[in-house]
């Protein structure tokens, strides 16, 4: 799945946006964020376009996991 994340100013501040799309729609999530960013450049008032993504079939959690209680680190193994 992918997330395209944007705001635009208004008179009361900056608005969120967000537009999702599936994990099989990589090319129109970049299009949508290229289009943006074309925006962007025209001088309309849309700002901090980014792209997310994350695979509903991971195996693991994301991120890093911690080690298991019993090992012991080592700076240099043999």
Same mark, same amino acid.
């Given at each position: ?7 635009? +100013?208004?008179?009361?501040?900056? +608005? ?5 799309? $599936?994990?099989? +729609? ?18 309309? $008032? %849309? ?11 991971? %195996?693991?959690? $994301?991120? +890093? ?14």
């Amino acid at each position: 799945m992918y997330m395209i994340y944007w705001t635009e +100013a208004t008179a009361d501040g900056l +608005a969120p946006h967000a537009q999702s799309f $599936p994990g099989d +729609a990589l090319k129109d999530a970049l299009q949508f964020a290229e289009a943006l960013r074309r925006r962007q450049f025209a001088g309309e $008032p %849309v700002s901090f376009v980014t792209l997310c993504s994350e695979n509903p079939n991971s %195996v693991g959690k $994301p991120g +890093a996991a911690d080690p298991p209680p019993d090992y012991e680190w080592k700076k240099r193994r043999p």
